[in-house]
T-cell receptor, first 111, second 115 residues
């Protein structure tokens, strides 16, 4: 199972774009990269998933370079409510593969 | 769609008693669910994989006789913490694969406090 490494914490201000990078050097060919958001005392929430290049949805973008050994979650114009822990996970193509959480990145958005 | 409902959201129990936590897939069937526990300011730790119609598989170091998992139907998995002790106090979370899409959907979690 691919291990992920993220910064422990990041600070930002409202309205700024935030980029959180995750490294996953031993990602396998069939693995996807998924990002989750977790607020205190809540279960994680799916944000976005990608395999390569760029994926965009209504809340975020995910950039994955050609070697796929890292990925960057981009949050446009963050607000105070985006203060949370963000987890990067590498998941097998088979949804029944178990997966493990890394340490996550605590994003602090300041006014 | 793909909602996982977890109940109760919080529970306080006396040391030595057992507590059951339920995880239901509301609008889809889940042959596999996962159970995690999370300590304050820590990441989620996988405890076990719950398999419908068969025994759960536990992660190394997780006592299967203490954390009983039952997945009797395609929409319900339960975690029973038996003979609970204060050190079992934690945040327990379940998850299931998102249907028709990648990733997983998580329950809202259960805060267990053993006194």
């Amino acid at each position: 199972l691919a291990k992920t490494t993220q910064p422990i914490s990041m600070d930002s201000y409202e309205g700024q774009e935030v980029n959180i990078t995750c490294s996953h050097n031993n990602i396998a060919t069939n693995d996807y990269i998924t990002w989750y958001q977790q607020f205190p005392s809540q279960g994680p929430r799916f944000i976005i998933q990608g395999y390569k290049t760029k994926v965009t949805n209504e809340v975020a973008s995910l950039f994955i370079p050609a070697d796929r050994k890292s990925s960057t979650l981009s949050l446009p114009r963050v607000s105070l409510s985006d203060t949370a822990v963000y987890y990067c996970l590498v998941e097998g193509q088979d949804n029944f593969n178990k997966f493990y959480f890394g340490s996550g990145t605590k994003l602090n958005v300041k006014p | 769609g793909a909602v996982v409902s977890q109940h109760p959201s919080r529970v306080i129990c006396k040391s030595g008693t057992s507590v059951k936590i339920e995880c239901r897939s509301l609008d889809f069937q889940a042959t596999t669910m996962f159970w995690y526990r999370q300590f304050p300011k820590k990441s989620l730790m996988l405890m076990a994989t719950s398999n419908e119609g068969s025994k759960a598989t536990y992660e190394q170091g997780v006592e299967k006789d203490k954390f009983l998992i039952n997945h009797a139907s395609l929409t319900l998995s339960t975690l029973t913490v038996t003979s609970a002790h204060p050190e079992d106090s934690s945040f327990y979370i379940c998850s299931a694969p998102r249907q028709g899409a990648g990733g997983y959907t998580f329950g809202s979690g259960t805060r267990l406090t053993v006194v």
